[in-house]
């Protein structure tokens, strides 16, 4: 199947341990038309080498396949503001790297996680994540770089759309920037997007503005609304449950964003997620 008659892009975090266009043909294989993947390791480390020619194949089944934006997701332990100068630095030069070898895919997302400030505060992290987005953005270059809405465990950064607008603030090239909103860590969060959706993305748009809102991050939670905990759950097997899945799916300010999953499941498992939002989507719309 081709094209999907739904005009959602959805998918799913995959492996790039295969190689770049294995993740497309991956993808294609579970009926998903976007996906998420670590630009290196996730628990730090060396990016593999670049395979221009591996990227050139990706993007031509994009391309064939009508994918939309893919999301790639800098790895956690990527802290732009930590105490540690050398973990700063280290941060910020893995973060200009992906986003160099990001130019042979242009015209996706790049997703990160602001970052824990450990014990500085909230406005010292704050001012240490702009200075690195200051120092690493290219203006013109071909990539957004999304911040990610955090659950607000231990001392991240971006538990609210406030912090979240203090980074945007402080980044000269903000046109380069935009927000991946991730479902089970805003509720976590305390955003109640189950009883009021509609009232969360109006709070969204007074605060950082709904232009900025570039990707979504579908998972259920473990834990109720407010908890800090970031416990990620299949979709409808949760505390959110699947009515604000359905909702989601044809929002008018929503379904035309990638949505990607990160629920534990294996790629069967993400394949029948896939099936399940695509068929909570009303076809009407979009025509
Ligand atoms: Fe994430
Ligand atoms: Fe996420
Ligand atoms: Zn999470």
């Known amino acids: 199947m081709d094209e999907q008659l739904d005009g959602l892009y959805v998918g799913c975090h995959l492996s790039v341990s295969n190689g770049y266009e294995a993740m497309g043909t991956a993808a294609l294989g579970l009926g998903a038309t976007t996906f998420a993947f670590f630009t290196r ?22 391309d064939d396949h009508h994918f939309g934006k893919l999301v790639a997701h800098a790895p956690y332990t990527m802290n732009l ?11 910020r030069r893995s973060m200009a790297e992906d986003l160099e070898r990001l130019e042979l895919l242009p015209g996706n997302y790049y997703n990160f996680h602001p970052g824990s400030h450990v014990k500085q505060g909230a406005d010292e992290g ?43 603030d402080g980044v000269k090239h903000d046109e380069l920037m935009g927000v991946c909103l991730d479902t089970c860590h805003v509720w976590d969060a305390g955003y109640d997007i189950r009883e ?14 709904i232009e900025r809102l570039s990707a979504l991050h579908l998972n259920d939670s473990k834990n109720p609304r407010g908890s ?60």
């Open 228 to 287: 800090h905990k970031d416990r990620h759950e299949r979709l409808g097997e949760g505390t959110l449950g699947i009515d604000v899945f359905a909702q989601i799916v044809n929002h008018p300010k929503l379904r035309h964003l990638p949505m990607v999953l990160e629920t534990p499941q294996d790629l069967d498992g993400y394949g029948r997620e896939i099936t399940l939002l695509r068929s909570l989507a009303d076809t009407e719309q979009v025509r």
């Open 81 to 91: 503001c930590s105490s540690k100068p050398e973990t700063v630095s280290f941060a």
């Open 196 to 209: 009021g959706l509609d009232d969360v993305l109006d709070e969204f748009d007074r605060v950082v503005g």
């Open 41 to 62: 390791n996730p628990r730090g480390g060396g990016a593999r080498p670049v395979d221009k020619q591996d990227m050139a194949s990706l993007r031509q089944l994009l």
């Open 126 to 168: 704050i001012r240490l994540i702009c200075e690195g987005l200051n120092e690493v953005l290219v203006p013109g270059q071909a990539t957004n770089v999304l911040l990610e809405t955090m659950a607000g465990k231990g001392s991240e950064v971006g538990r609210s759309f406030e912090e979240l607008a203090q980074i945007m």
